[in-house]
């Protein structure tokens, strides 16, 4: 199993352009998250699904959307970039929310 | 928000030595506890669950006090490998985990 996969690894945006972070996982793990991770902050849950077709928003849901069409794919669209959303994005799933998360190698944003 | 608090450190220990973690929670509610470890620019990875029983995996010992609202952490014998950030991480009624910032341990020769 790849685990939990997380592309790109690295990215830099201008204000105002989108973009999508993409997280799949091969475990078919029904409860997949976005946390964002800042300096000095311990990460920080954006959105989260339960499974396919259902998502819930975080603590930080502002400025990102998400959708579960499959169980395998979460994606993360920013829709407007800022300088607010450079940080670290880690992408995890587990069987359901209970059960032990594992983490994406996740990917790197940097905003202009 | 609810609220887990660590020492950010840094704790710098020799090898074979010994280092204790807490941290404490807020929310009397919750229901699962745990530490991860996260090396310098990877992803969290889980070290332990924390029962209330109190666990031991190796050199390694969680404790949960569910009246004081801590968890501690014991690192015996330490190696040069441990050194890394340890996160506390609650998990209160939903699926949403509460992340503290983490402790940096530098284990040195």
């Known amino acids: 199993n790849a685990g939990v996969t997380q592309t790109p690894k690295f990215q830099v945006l201008k204000t105002g352009q989108s973009m999508t972070l993409q997280c799949a996982q091969d475990?078919?793990?029904?409860?997949m998250s976005w946390y964002r991770q800042d300096p000095g902050m311990g990460l920080r849950l954006i959105h989260y699904s339960v499974g396919a077709g259902i998502t819930d928003q975080g603590e930080v849901p502002n400025g990102y959307n998400v959708s579960r069409s499959t169980t395998e794919d979460f994606p993360l669209r920013l829709l407007s970039a800022a300088p607010s959303q450079t940080s670290v994005y880690f992408c995890?799933?587990?069987?359901?929310?209970?059960?032990?998360?594992?983490f994406g190698p996740g990917t790197r944003l940097t905003v202009l | 928000r609810k609220e887990v608090e660590q020492d950010p450190g840094p704790f710098n220990v020799p090898e074979g030595a010994t280092v204790a973690f807490n941290c404490t929670y807020s929310n009397s509610a919750s229901q699962s506890f745990f530490w991860y470890r996260q090396d310098c620019r990877k992803e969290p990875k889980l070290l332990m669950s924390?029962?209330?029983s109190g666990n031991e995996d190796g050199r390694f010992t969680a404790q949960l006090n569910r009246a004081s609202q801590y968890i501690s952490l014991l690192i015996r014998d330490s190696k040069l490998s441990d050194s890394a950030t340890y996160l506390c991480v609650v998990r209160d009624s939903g699926y949403a985990l509460n992340f503290g910032k983490g402790t940096s341990l530098l284990v040195t020769p």
């Open positions: 924390v029962y209330s």
């Open positions: 475990m078919n793990h029904e409860y």
């Open positions: 995890a799933s587990s069987y359901s929310g209970e059960d032990t998360q594992y």
